[in-house]
């Protein structure tokens, strides 16, 4: 079975625009997860979703926002790019929204200039 | 709120060595730890995961043991090799709420 995958892999955006990611989950998981990795910490939680619906939040502000589609699959998008909106963003999924191990995908590196 | 903290930040050690890493978390109401490693600019692979209801796991060179009461995970590798090189995260998660990861130890094994 395929894994999580993400796209675009590589993303360079100018201070202002918008940007969306996409990730594809596992086949068969229903919760879908978004984080974001500053270069030398650890990924932060923004997002997750699972049937289609919003069951957390991070501390991140109203530019960042998400949705889950009726196959599961999930974009983020983030309004107004900062520079320091620069990082690896990483989806995860897993079979629910509890506690079940989570699967990350590649990620996708957004610069922003 | 939950903090996750990881000893060392960095460690640099010969092939050859048995080595363990360290995660602290403050709140011990945990539901899973989750060990991972990230190669540079890479995602992450899942290691090793815990349930609150078990002690250890090992896979191959690895063994993760888990202690709630002090809030203490460590994991072990044994005969480290230079293709070990990664940073090694660990995160936790309450049932129903999401990871908080600590900020990874950066491991480099020489050969």
């Known amino acids: 079975d395929a894994g999580v995958t993400q796209s675009p892999t590589h993303l360079i955006k100018t201070r202002g625009q918008q940007v969306t990611l996409r990730c594809s989950p596992i086949s068969g998981h229903k919760s879908v997860s978004w984080y974001q990795q500053v270069l030398g910490q650890g990924p932060q939680f923004i997002f997750q979703y699972y049937e289609k619906e919003e069951r957390g939040r991070g501390n991140f502000p109203d530019r960042f926002s998400a949705r889950q589609f009726p196959n599961y699959s999930s974009e983020l998008n983030v309004n107004a790019l900062l520079l320091g909106d620069s990082a690896l963003y990483l989806c995860a999924s897993s079979f629910d929204r509890g506690s079940y191990e989570q699967y990350f995908g590649p990620g996708t590196r957004l610069t922003v200039t | 709120k939950q903090e996750v903290t990881q000893i060392p930040a960095a460690l640099s050690v010969p092939e050859g060595e048995n080595l363990v890493l360290n995660c602290s978390f403050t709140d011990s109401a945990i539901y899973n730890l989750q060990w991972f490693r990230q190669d540079p600019g890479k995602g992450l692979t899942s290691l090793l995961l815990?349930?609150?209801?078990?002690r250890e796991q090992t896979s191959g060179r690895l063994n993760a043991s888990l202690d709630k009461s002090s809030g203490r995970s460590t994991l072990y590798i044994a005969a480290s090799q230079p293709g070990d090189s990664a940073t090694y995260l660990c995160?936790?998660?309450?049932?129903?709420?999401?990871?908080?990861f600590g900020p990874g130890t950066r491991l480099s094994v020489l050969p």
């Open positions: 815990i349930q609150s209801s078990q």
């Open positions: 995160a936790v998660i309450k049932y129903g709420q999401n990871f908080v």
